[in-house]
């Protein structure tokens, strides 16, 4: 069953909740109209149907080859990948000035959407090229660098990886331990970096990995951490390849799943060194990370969104087809397909309301990101970085979460056979499992909500978003029928719990007790992504229901947006209270626990 | 030498569609449309004609609602140079559209029209023979490769049991067949540039052609279930079955 990108919704979504034409005010996106984006998502959406999705189950059974320190990737993932360089898809939300097409974030979602639901380990790559260039553009101010590297990284010559991870330091990054020693213009770094997506492999011509390492004279700690670029083949000036660079790739991991996608441990300097550059200023390492964080937190949290609605779609289509039973009530003794069982019905709906949740999340997180960079009003600047500040641990924690669960849904969708591999429903389970671990675990992202986000913040970020929600929920007022009363009352009781949630975990830090907020942390960051995804939901029904008055558009497409929102809110938001009370209740069990009684 | 290239906005072929309640059609409300595939071959050839150097320009004319140009920017970003919609809420059925292109060849005057051999949603088969007719033209149908020099086209046609090549003076009516060639994927950052290109709309009545009907449609119905196979017991009521039942032996 092959994937269809979801463009409708996606298109929904762009242009009604996240709001596209706001973009389309800031000069570089005047171009970027709602007829351009529909055309970039239904080319996009070509290419994965054709190229990545027919090669992501054969991706998952063969794996990558490791052999000599060099990797090579499963069949067709060469081709693919040339082909997509070819099609121009690297560039997408890269500087047009070193040849990218600088889409803004809302729309490099989508099309980064497309991507990770037809093949999430296909996607990896790009997608951490992404953060090389970044990194490279916001920090690197050496111009041999940029003009040389940049363009070969946007046109997908040359790939990307992110070597933040060593044995002891993955959460906490303050404990990195590679070593850079300059010499002359440059340095030589020693170390061991491992968990190096894509950080070794045969689809381009050299890798150019951001390596995190210390000075010499590095102080102790967070403060002691610089960033340098390390080329796997030194680059001549010209752009043409030199010698081999010390950096070796000396194994690859065996996975639960992104079995295509090799996950490298790299020896830097086993022999005279790996010659690289600073990127930036020494010591600014981690701030260099922290300003592109939430880029990447983005990208991976919307991973959650894209194998959800892969395995959705393939669930779907297996319970139109399994015949087995007879509809309840029915007297006929007629065999039906199983989506004539209610409960059935019960899973592919929280299937299809959660994920479409999920997206209206992230991408109206996506947008947020434009407006905080585009923005020309100060103030207005401001909010929007505010916002997206408090929400990206959301869309990071909640969306990938939620991936986990709804992809062991489209399993059980499958009855017998999702537990085997052959129908593939077992591999979006597996896959969707990664995201909630690596750019930060769940409980890292629950922290930075309820400590910087939240606590620090005293709650003036999620206020401002509070009054958002009531101006929905006055929206939601003037609508007459049963289906909105249900989702205003589902709206309104989970702003509620939020809202109570929120003062308990101000409260935590305003009386210095941080161990209890993070103990409710990660059921905070649950009860954040019901809410906020309940909001964009009421959002999206007020509009189908005004689209379905003016008889615009597609009816069905809007009529189902209202059933969807309407299970959303007997379903998702009823389950706010709950988490409510374990937030503000459930640390003190929690903490009373101590580690002999375990 | 300009080449003119007909797409037609059809049903997507990934949709699986249903016949209306009343029979009269298939229901098409809101379902995913797309560019012909046998266009998108259509379109592929004459880029490959310009990029060999054969092609000066290539126009792409589309028949229909307004919303075939979606279909046109596509074939913009493709690699086609300018677009004509000729817009119009009416059915067009294959003679309509031919006279329609004959009007906008004779605006145009190129020395090849491309076209698919027939379109996914009617599978017609009819209007690049009609127009290569109408205009009094040579013409090339189920092409499987396209060379020209000078004057003339070598058209490897495909035909029952096998391939046919003949030699054809132009201007000459292509129609294109599956294995033509393989349409290119769309470069990202010429989806942003077809946005850029011309694209012209005129109407049936700009062209001076009336829509006529001379296809009335009777009944629409779904084809018939397959009936589940049986499993025969030995080959003799194989035998039995194939000579009595089937009636192929
Ligand atoms: C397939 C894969 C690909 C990866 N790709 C990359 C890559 O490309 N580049 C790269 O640099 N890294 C990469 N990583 C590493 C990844 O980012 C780390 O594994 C991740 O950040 C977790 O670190 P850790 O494994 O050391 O777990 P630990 O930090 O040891 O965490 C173990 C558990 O403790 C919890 N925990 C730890 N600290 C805290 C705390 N302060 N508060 C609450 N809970 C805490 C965690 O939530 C987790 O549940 C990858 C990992 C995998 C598995």
């Known amino acids: ?598 | 030498m300009k080449i003119l290239v007909a797409v037609k906005r059809v049903v997507d072929y990934n949709v699986k569609v249903r016949v209306k309640s009343d029979g009269s059609d298939v229901d098409i409300a809101n379902v995913k449309m797309s560019m012909n595939p046998f266009d998108e071959i259509a379109v592929e050839e004459a880029i490959r004609l310009q990029e060999a150097g054969i092609a000066t320009e290539i126009i792409l004319v589309s028949l229909g609602v307004k919303a075939c140009q979606d279909i046109l920017r596509t074939g913009l970003a493709m690699g086609g140079d300018r677009a004509i919609l000729v817009e119009t809420d009416e059915e067009i059925q294959p003679l309509s559209a031919a006279k329609l292109l004959k009007a906008v060849v004779e605006k145009e005057q190129p020395k090849m029209v491309i076209l698919g051999k027939q379109a996914i949603d009617d599978d017609a088969n009819q209007t690049g023979q009609m127009l290569a007719a109408l205009l009094g033209w040579g013409q090339a149908t189920f092409a499987s490769k396209v060379t020209v020099a000078g004057e003339q086209a070598t058209v490897i046609r495909e035909i029952d049991g096998g391939l046919e090549t003949i030699a054809v003076k132009l201007p000459v009516v292509v129609t294109a067949d599956l294995r033509l060639n393989e349409p290119r994927y769309v470069k990202l950052p010429n989806i942003m540039k077809a946005k850029k290109k011309p694209l012209d709309v005129l109407t049936p009545a700009d062209l001076g052609v009336n829509l006529t009907k001379n296809l009335v449609t009777l009944k629409v119905q779904e084809p018939p279930v397959r009936k589940a196979g049986v499993k025969v017991a030995d080959v003799q009521s194989l035998v039995d079955k194939l000579k009595n039942e089937a009636k192929v032996i």
């Open chain 1, 1 to 598: 069953m092959s994937y269809h990108a979801p463009t409708q919704d996606m298109l929904f979504v762009i242009n009604e909740l996240a709001g596209l034409s706001e973009l389309n005010a800031f000069e570089e996106y005047a171009e970027i109209t709602p007829d351009v984006v529909e055309s970039i998502l239904e080319e996009a959406g070509k290419f994965a149907t054709d190229i990545l999705d027919p090669i992501n189950h054969s991706g998952d059974k063969e794996g990558n080859q490791f052999a000599n320190n060099a990797v090579t990737t499963a069949t067709g993932f060469k081709e693919a990948y040339a082909q997509f360089a070819e099609a121009g898809w690297t560039g997408v939300a890269s500087s047009p000035d070193y040849g990218g097409q600088g889409l803004p974030s809302l729309v490099s979602t989508a099309v980064a959407e497309i991507w990770k639901s037809a093949n999430m380990a296909f996607s990896l790559c790009p997608m951490l090229t992404q953060g090389a260039i970044e990194a490279l553009m916001h920090h690197c101010s050496d111009e041999s660098i940029r003009s040389v590297y940049l363009p070969k990284m946007i046109e997908g010559t040359w790939t990307g990886t992110m070597n933040l991870t060593e044995p002891s330091a993955g959460s906490d990054l303050s404990a990195v331990r590679s070593k850079a020693v300059p010499e002359g213009d440059h340095y030589r770094l020693y170390g061991q970096k491992i968990f190096i997506t894509w950080g070794e492999h045969d689809v381009a011509e050299n890798i150019i990995h951001l390596v995190l390492a210390r000075l010499p004279d590095a102080p102790e700690g967070v403060k002691g951490i610089s960033l340098f670029v390390v080329p796997k083949f030194l680059v001549n000036a010209d752009g043409s390849l030199g010698a081999r660079n010390d950096a070796y790739c000396v194994s690859i991991e065996h996975k639960l799943g992104i079995n295509a996608s090799p996950t490298a441990v790299i020896a830097f300097g086993d022999n005279e060194g790996a010659l690289g550059y600073m990127v930036g200023e020494p010591n600014q390492g981690l701030k260099y990370m922290f300003t592109m964080m939430n880029h990447a937190r983005l990208a991976v949290g919307l991973e959650g969104v894209a194998i959800s609605e892969r395995a959705y779609q393939r669930a779907l289509a297996y319970a139109k087809d399994r015949i087995q039973g007879v509809e309840i009530g029915s007297r006929t003794g007629q065999k039906v397909a199983i989506i004539k069982h209610p409960d059935v019905r019960r899973m592919l709906l929280t299937m299809k309301s959660v994920t479409e949740a999920t997206r209206a999340v992230a991408y109206y997180g996506a947008a947020l990101l434009d407006k905080a960079g585009h923005e020309p009003d100060d103030a207005v600047r401001a909010e929007a970085q505010s916002q997206v500040d408090l929400l990206i641990p959301v869309v990071k924690g909640w969306c990938t979460e939620m991936g986990v669960e709804l992809t062991s849904l489209g399993i059980q969708v499958h009855g017998g056979m999702g537990y085997i591999e052959e129908t593939g429903a077992a591999q979006h389970f597996r896959d969707a499992r990664i995201a909630t671990i690596y750019e930060g675990t769940t409980g890292i992202q629950a922290n930075d909500l309820v400590g910087r986000k939240v606590g620090l913040d005293k709650g003036v970020a999620a206020q401002a978003l509070f009054v958002k929600i009531k101006a929905t929920l006055a929206d939601l007022e003037t609508v007459h029928g049963d289906d909105f009363a249900v989702i205003r009352q589902g709206l309104s009781t989970g702003l509620e719990a939020l809202t109570t949630a929120t003062a308990w975990i101000v409260q935590q830090y305003a009386e210095k007790n941080p161990q209890a907020a993070n103990a409710s942390s990660v059921a905070y960051l649950r009860l954040f992504g019901y809410v906020v995804g309940g909001w964009q939901m009421a959002r999206a029904a007020f509009i189908a229901q005004q689209k379905l008055q003016q008889s615009s558009g597609n009816h069905a497409f809007f009529e189902a947006k209202i059933i969807s929102t309407r299970f959303y809110a007997d379903y998702m938001l009823s389950q706010a209270a709950g988490l409510s009370h374990a937030v503000t209740q459930g640390s003190v069990a929690i903490l009373a626990m101590s580690d002999e009684l375990f």
